[in-house]
């Protein structure tokens, strides 16, 4: 199916099943402990073995020497697979170093062999027999050191041109009458997931099976193939459940390839698990920021010229931080300027997480334009409401598909009580707690990409739905469910879903916001066809067919649902693809974040007393799963603001705090009752489904929004993220 004209009324429109608070279908099985992960595939994968990697101990150079006898000698190893016997190995279309390295070293904790016994704890200790020789070689570890050297170079990322024009920004800069011009700095973050990256690999001949955790299941099905050297239909992914992704999965990663070369060196079934302390060093990472935000506004608070310029790190071959992507379509004003610019460094890989680009970007933009309203003594609310835009700013002939940004700011203003904040900072206590209000826009880009699934019909009225789409904790089996169930007239017990198998229809996959809408859209197209095939079957009118509590109705003749199957299995297989919508029209989610804090006098400890998001992004599927992304993304939001942040040792070249213990994320304790508004949308130039995200919308601007109520509350303004006691304290104003 095609989607290239604005929805108009459809099955989805009867709102019986989607858009209702619906629990878990698969709820059961996690709580019950029954949902198989990838390491706990024991029945598929029986008889299995344990990998355990050996890691680089340097972050640049190579190996001069590496002997692994002693480790082959040790009880219960059955093999130790390097790249100098693991055979010729390719690299994957969107993975930057060797996921196997060798001798050439690109990062730290860079793979480099891996260890197969009978037990873990036989690889585990054995692992760490294998004696390495290095030659250390120079690395550049310091982004702000590459900035200032000018060891930079313009990049695009995303599609996004690099250095973007629009009329004169610095002319019109000059001329402003007031003006903003400050650099703000965001840190390196880990996705710090639950599951940790984890495969069992198992061979039938050349055929590859690998039960992984993995977002994205044809990607990884063909980046592995590539690094294997396989024909992608011999390989096989699969993922039922993720125990958390935020992106970090995406892409194929070094334990699936060590269990597959593993598997096939010892002919068994292998399971490689990423210990903690190496996942930071040895995934992906959101990479460090350095964003400089020039503003010029009239004295009335129209912008009139903005520049975001954004700094960041990745190796050889790797993308920039696209910081500045929100800062194209946010705001009004004529004269832009955006841009980023990409330092070579060789710490390990920086790629997406959790709405990359906005997340790291708001973060700067949004306490910029605090910072302009204070300078212009204009409410920081009635400020963005100012310069709210009703197109795209670069191509004003663009319009908006939607957008409600200035009603998600005054709903939320109200809700939270705005009014009554104080605009002088530190004026408001609470004891020994000076109190303060933050608040800040959030956007995120709607995508949709094309995807498929397969629907099946069985004389019992059953429809079961087998897709390659993943759930990562986001609820997809569920709003798929929901779907099937709306569009063929079920309750949800009379529909069974299928995910995570690369045997499956290609899907869209879970990542970039854009999975709920599109892997259920995939579902739609699907349905359409199953509709079509079931009134075929019955002699009706398919145009005039009706699908509800089981049954078909339509020119007087009635039937169950099941008789069109009577004949045996009915299945309907289709995949959703796009025209150009996304081209005639900007189509983007936002939302504003309203927070208080509270913040120790004496110690500059900050609680974060209550958090409020607005959001509109197009037809909520399932209020209570979109619920729970949105407070998981602001919860993560959180810790961006106050404590998230991977520390690099700029002599050696790696992430310091590489565990649970070191690098801190948010606990219950730090986290008050959150409140999440959906504002009633339908954008029918998204999807059939007329949804959008919120699965990253959610993380976007909170940071910011603390921020700024951190400055409110203590006049103390901190550009540098986290906002850590370190860098409030000798600013703190004194005590009464």
Request: glycine share 10%.
């Amino acid at each position: 199916m095609r989607f290239d004209t604005p929805a108009g009324n459809n099955p989805i429109d009867q709102m019986k099943i989607v858009g209702r608070a619906v629990d878990r279908v698969e709820g059961h099985l996690k709580t019950t402990g029954s949902a198989p992960y990838a390491y706990e595939q024991n029945e598929a994968a029986p008889n299995a073995v344990y990998g355990y990697p050996v890691m680089s101990a340097i972050a640049k150079g190579r190996i001069a020497a590496m002997d692994t006898a002693p480790a082959r000698r040790a009880p219960g190893v059955l093999a130790v697979v390097t790249a100098a016997d693991a055979g010729k190995l390719g690299k994957g279309n969107r993975n930057v170093a060797m996921l196997l390295g060798g001798p050439e070293v690109e990062h730290y904790h860079q793979a480099i062999a891996v260890v197969v016994a009978e037990s873990f704890e036989q690889a585990r200790a054995a692992a760490a027999l294998v004696q390495v020789k290095y030659e250390a070689g120079a690395g550049a570890f310091d982004l702000k050191q590459a900035k200032d050297e000018g060891k930079v170079k313009g990049g695009g990322m995303g599609g996004v041109q690099n250095d973007k024009r629009v009329g004169d920004f610095e002319g019109a800069f000059e001329a402003a009458p007031v003006r903003l011009d400050a650099t703000y700095s965001t840190p390196d973050q880990a996705h710090a997931m639950m599951e940790p990256h984890a495969s069992i690999a198992s061979w039938d001949g050349d055929r590859l099976t690998v039960w992984t955790s993995n977002q994205m299941i044809d990607w990884g099905r063909g980046d592995l193939a590539k690094t294997l050297g396989l024909p992608k239909e011999n390989v096989r992914l699969v993922s039922p459940y993720i125990g958390g992704g935020f992106g970090g999965k995406l892409f194929l990663r070094a334990e699936a390839v060590l269990a597959a070369l593993a598997a096939r060196a010892v002919q068994r079934p292998v399971k490689v698990a990423l210990a903690r302390p190496m996942i930071f060093n040895n995934t992906t990472h959101r990479p460090a920021t350095i964003q400089r935000i020039r503003i010029g506004a009239t004295r009335d608070g129209k912008i009139t010229a903005m520049a975001h310029e954004s700094w960041s790190g990745d190796l050889a071959g790797g993308k920039p931080e696209n910081a500045i992507q929100q800062s194209r379509l946010l705001y009004a004003g004529a004269n832009r300027l955006t841009g980023t610019r990409l330092a070579v460094l060789d710490l390990p890989e920086g790629n997406a997480m959790r709405a990359p680009g906005e997340a790291s970007g708001l973060m700067a933009l949004e306490m910029a334009m605090d910072e302009m309203a204070e300078k212009l003594k204009i409410d920081p609310v009635m400020f963005r409401i100012t310069n709210d835009t009703r197109v795209d700013p670069e191509n004003p002939d663009r319009p908006f598909s939607q957008r409600r940004l200035i009603e998600c700011m005054r709903t939320g203003a109200e809700r939270f009580g705005w009014s009554r904040r104080n605009a002088q900072p530190a004026s408001v206590r609470d004891g020994r707690w000076l109190v303060g209000l933050g608040m800040a826009a959030a956007f995120r880009n709607n995508l949709v990409i094309r995807s498929g699934a397969r629907l099946r019909l069985s004389p019992a009225g059953v429809v079961t739905v087998e897709t390659d789409m993943t759930d990562i904790g986001t609820g997809s089996y569920t709003i798929i469910a929901q779907t099937a169930a709306e569009m063929m007239g079920l309750p949800l017990d009379r529909v069974v879903v299928k995910l995570g198998d690369s045997n499956f229809p290609v899907s869209s996959g879970s990542g970039g916001q854009f999975g709920a809408n599109s892997s259920t859209a995939g579902v739609y197209a699907a349905a359409v066809k199953l509709r079509e095939a079931v009134a075929q079957r019955l002699g009706m009118d398919a145009g005039a067919a009706e699908f509800a509590d089981g049954m078909v109705r339509a020119g007087g003749k009635s039937a169950p649902l099941g008789q069109a199957a009577m004949q045996g299995e009915l299945v309907a297989e289709d995949t959703m693809e796009y025209g150009d919508l996304a081209k005639r029209y900007q189509q983007s989610t936002f939302g504003a974040h309203f927070v208080e804090v509270a913040v120790d006098a004496a110690t500059a400890e900050i609680r974060i007393r209550r958090m409020l998001a607005v959001c509109a992004a197009g037809r909520i599927l399932n209020p209570k799963s979109a619920r729970s992304q949105m407070i998981g993304a602001m919860t993560m939001g959180a810790g961006a603001a106050l404590m998230e942040e991977l520390v690099v040792d700029k002599r050696r070249g790696f992430f310091v705090n590489h565990d649970l213990a070191g690098y801190e994320v948010p606990v219950h304790a730090d986290i008050p009752h959150q409140e999440v508004i959906f504002l009633e949308e339908t954008d029918p130039v998204s999807s059939p489904m007329k949804a959008k995200g919120v699965g990253e919308l959610g993380i976007c601007g909170v940071a910011a929004a603390i921020s700024n109520a951190v400055y409110n509350a203590t006049g103390v303004r901190v550009r540098d993220y986290p906002v850590t006691l370190d860098k409030l304290l000798p600013r703190m104003p004194d005590m009464i």
